[in-house]
Each structure stands twice: as C-alpha cells, then as structure tokens.
C-alpha cells in the first residue's frame, strides 16, 4: 500500500532563512505522482507542484524548488529566503498510476516563519 | 476559473442528525474524493467515485456514506452524526486522464463540520 512520511511536524524559522520540507513515499508501482499543496490559514489547499515518476529533474520555481530522488524515494521542497507569507502547512501527496486514483496525502508540516 | 465548491464553510450539528454535505464541480471531472482533515493525521479519504452511481470506500468510510446520482455533484452523509466526527471535510474532482498537461486534483475550500 502506498505511504507518504512527513516526519517534520512544525518547523520554526526567521524571515531569510532558507528551510527544506522533507518528504518521503512508499508505493510499489512504476508510474505514480508526487504532489506539494500549501495550506494558508484560510485552510483552502493551493497545489504547488505536480512530479510524475518518470521525471527526477530538479524544478525551481522562484525561491521554490523541489529534490525528487527515487534511490531514496524522496521529494524534498526547499523555500530560499523564507518570508513570513510563506507560514502554512505544506502537504505532500502520492497518487498511483494503478488502482485507486485517489491522493495519498502525508500529515502534513506547519511552517512559522517569523518575522 | 475552474472549481469546487462546497455549500457550507462552517457547519453546527447535533449529535444523532443526519447530516448532507454537498460537493458540486464545473469541470466535468469524472472523479470525486471526500476527505477528512484532522491536527497531526493530514488528510484521509473517506470515499470517493469514478462516475455516477459509483463510490467507492476509502480508508476511514465507517460512519458516513455517499451519494453521487449526477456528474457535477457528490454528496458526502454522516447517518447518524457523532461528536468523533466532528472536523474539516475537503471535497476533490479529478480528470482521470493524466497524460494532460493539467492533470491534479482540484479542492473546495472544506467544510468545518461541528458535532455537539
């Protein structure tokens, strides 16, 4: 059965710093998608990212970027010179390419960031 | 601009009601998910369907069941509403094709559901 282990419950940061979400899947398919949502507190989930497994490149997106590693079965999502908008709870989720087509979501990060 | 909407954000019921949250997608998604979110467990399926008159259960489908009698809508039952499922519930619709370039999961903005 597919897994997703975000280990860090809460991390708690100053504006500037740079801070790696970490994140790790379990699934024994070949095909599968990984996935990053930002949850503000407003509480809507805001995608951020969308990988497939055939696709390990790096992606960066402004001060976003995102480590995808299948020999560790890893999807990392660093935020660079974190600003106090970026505070929310990040998720990272799996989808397999067979069986069920639902999201497998982790628990979850809190990220402070303060100011 | 493409969505999910849920028809209540906050929601106060009372232990043993039967209680309807209604989910509604313009996207003409083929799939639909039901989530709930509590602090520390993320987010866990409760249901979901591929098309109409499908469901299928999720990983925590005791107490609740769901009903999905046209494409754009899917309906979430608590039968007999109890204080443990009291929480935020996350609507999703999917296209199943995910070779588009768009493929993901689209979520309502939830339901925050109290039971007292």
């Known amino acids: 059965a597919q897994k997703v282990t975000q280990a860090q419950t809460e991390i708690s940061v100053v504006e500037k710093e740079d801070v790696t979400l970490d994140c790790v899947y379990e699934t024994r398919d070949t095909t599968y998608y990984l996935f990053w949502y930002k949850q503000p507190p407003s509480g809507e989930l805001v995608f951020l990212i969308r990988?497939?497994?055939?696709?390990?490149q790096n992606e960066i997106s402004g001060r976003y970027s995102w480590n995808f590693q299948k020999s560790t079965s890893s999807f990392n999502f660093t935020i660079t010179a974190s600003q106090v908008v970026d505070s929310a709870v990040y998720f990272c989720?799996?989808?397999?390419?067979?069986?069920?087509?639902?999201?497998?979501f982790g628990s979850g990060t809190r990220l402070q960031v303060q100011p | 601009d493409v969505k999910v909407t849920q028809s209540s954000r906050y929601l106060v019921k009372r232990t043993g009601e039967k209680v309807f949250l209604e989910c509604v997608q313009d996207?003409?998604?083929?799939?639909m998910f039901w989530y709930r979110q509590d602090p520390g467990l993320g987010l866990r399926l409760i249901y979901f369907s591929y098309d109409v008159k499908m469901k299928e259960k999720g990983d925590i489908p005791e107490g609740y069941s769901v009903s999905r009698e046209k494409k754009e809508r899917f309906s979430l039952i608590l039968e007999s509403a109890s204080t443990n499922q009291t929480s935020m519930y996350l609507c999703?619709?999917?296209?199943?094709?995910?070779?588009?370039?768009?493929?993901?999961?689209?979520f309502g903005s939830g339901t925050r559901l109290t039971v007292v």
């Open positions: 990988r497939n497994s055939f696709d390990e």
């Open positions: 999703a619709s999917s296209d199943p094709d995910r070779y588009r370039t768009n493929y993901g999961y689209t």
């Open positions: 989720a799996l989808s397999e390419d067979t069986g069920r087509r639902a999201l497998t």
């Open positions: 996207m003409d998604h083929e799939n």
